[in-house]
């Protein structure tokens, strides 16, 4: 972020599901706030109700996984978010089966140039690079415009799933570049317990 990049990716999480007031989710949002930057990371491969740092961060754009089909990966994390019950993930992309680069000082894991894994990490790129791409077609917009555009346009999703499981759908790059219009993204206003009185207050932040 300080050095500028408009778009930074993150393939990594924790064990313990978050609300995002952790240490590291806390400074992807203060990161975020003072650079513009748009951290896209991993909803993590831990099953439901299962979103941890850095993912619960509520300015970064969280990436469930998909297969090749359309539906919801197996492993592919959802929310809602530990304690707050937020809304996580905001988007999903293909992570099943994807053939990548492989890194050839990583020992393990396959033979040559390639490989083909699964992996909400494996999907997080699909939403990076669109990202990239649409901070090059407009490079006044912030990361918070970037997330909110790329959500706006995903491709809502048959199956039956909540927006705790594939956000508002899988990534489609093209109906990104080619819409004018976006929405303002999701919105948490919290959870209410049962029962309440009408004169009741409810803090949001």
Request: no cysteine.
């Amino acid at each position: 972020a300080e050095s500028g990049a408009d778009v930074v990716n993150m393939s990594l999480g924790d064990s313990y599901p978050t609300d995002g007031s952790d240490p590291m989710s806390q400074t992807v949002d203060a990161l975020s706030a003072q650079y513009g930057t748009l951290f896209v990371i991993a909803a993590g491969n831990a099953g439901p109700e299962s979103i941890s740092a850095p993912g619960a961060a509520a300015s970064a754009l969280t990436v469930a996984a998909t297969d090749k089909e359309d539906r919801l990966a197996s492993f592919s994390s959802t929310g809602p978010l530990a304690f707050s019950g937020g809304m996580k993930p905001d988007i999903a992309a293909p992570g099943v089966d994807i053939t990548a680069a492989r890194s050839q000082e990583m020992s393990g894991g396959g033979e040559g140039l390639y490989r083909t894994i699964s992996g909400t990490s494996m999907a997080t790129p699909h939403v990076a690079g669109a990202a990239a791409i649409l901070a090059q077609q407009h490079p006044d917009w912030t990361g918070a415009q970037l997330k909110e555009h790329l959500t706006s346009t995903a491709k809502g999703l048959d199956g039956g799933y909540s927006p705790y499981e594939v956000g508002t759908g899988r990534l489609d790059v093209a109906a990104a570049v080619r819409t004018a219009v976006r929405g303002t993204g999701s919105l948490f206003f919290g959870n209410y317990t049962w029962p309440h009185q009408p004169s009741d207050v409810a803090v949001t932040k």
